[in-house]
Antibody, heavy 116, light 107 residues
Framework: EVQLQQSGPELRRPGSSVKLSCKASGYSITDYLMHWVKHRPEHGLEWIGW????????KYAQKFQSKATLTADTSSNTAYMQLSSLTSEDTATYFCARNGYYFDYWGQGVMVTVSS | DIQMTQSPSLLSASVGDRVTLNCKAS??????LAWYQQKLGEAPKLLIYNANSLQTGIPSRFSGSGSGTDFTLTISSLQPEDVATYFCQQYYSGSWTFGGGTKLELK
């Protein structure tokens, strides 16, 4: 059974960074792109970018180019997203999601709260 | 970026109703469209891909149609468990974008 297990909720100060994890099971992460999506109830869903874990290639939405860094560790079958220079605008739930086009499996989401 | 506009933003319907949700793309995306259902506090669930293909395990009361710029998600007979927010997503442009969502509630 395919599962994407994300790390637990995070509380960070403004200006700091956070690294989120997404551990895949039931398949090899090198077989599919891994996407990351931001969700704020008042803003809906925003696509952040993808990583190809097989070769490390990444692509980002323009607004997240300097905010997010996507990496992957094939030995642990885990994808990561680091968010830097956090502000209150980064307070959201972040999902990882599998596949190249439409997203057939999603992680459960991780809440990131940025507050002083 | 391709903009996706969903309507209505809020829809109230009764159990057993036929419900239609709309999604419009700002340019031709052919059939590169998916629909997701998101219940409160949960991850989105894929319902429809390639505009009209039903994802495995999704009830047949859900169907999708359309191509180009105009798309529709139809629930043929609304069930209580269908209360959720529904999002469309385009994957034509290489920069994925979502609609703003339609919140479906019971009347």
């Amino acid at each position: 059974e395919v599962q994407l297990q994300q790390s637990g909720p995070e509380l960070r100060r403004p200006g700091s960074s956070v690294k989120l994890s997404c551990k895949a099971s039931g398949y090899s992460i090198t077989d599919y792109l891994m996407h990351w999506v931001k969700h704020r109830p008042e803003h809906g869903l925003e696509w952040i970018g993808w990583i190809d874990p097989e070769d490390g290639e990444t692509k980002y939405a323009q607004k997240f180019q300097s905010k997010a860094t996507l990496t992957a560790d094939t030995s642990s079958n885990t994808a990561y997203m680091q968010l830097s220079s956090l502000t209150s605008e980064d307070t959201a739930t972040y999902f990882c999601a599998r596949n190249g086009y439409y997203f057939d499996y999603w992680g459960q989401g991780v809440m990131v709260t940025v507050s002083s | 970026d391709i903009q996706m506009t969903q309507s209505p933003s809020l829809l109230s319907a009764s159990v057993g109703d036929r419900v239609t949700l709309n999604c419009k793309a700002s340019q031709n995306i052919y059939k590169n469209l998916a629909w997701y259902q998101q219940k409160l506090g949960e991850a989105p669930k894929l319902l429809i891909y390639n505009a009209n293909s039903l994802q495995t395990g999704i009830p047949s009361r859900f169907s999708g149609s359309g191509s180009g710029t105009d798309f529709t998600l139809t629930i043929s007979s609304l069930q209580p468990e269908d209360v959720a927010t529904y999002f469309c997503q385009q994957y034509y442009s290489g920069s994925w974008t979502f609609g703003g969502g339609t919140k479906l509630e019971l009347k």
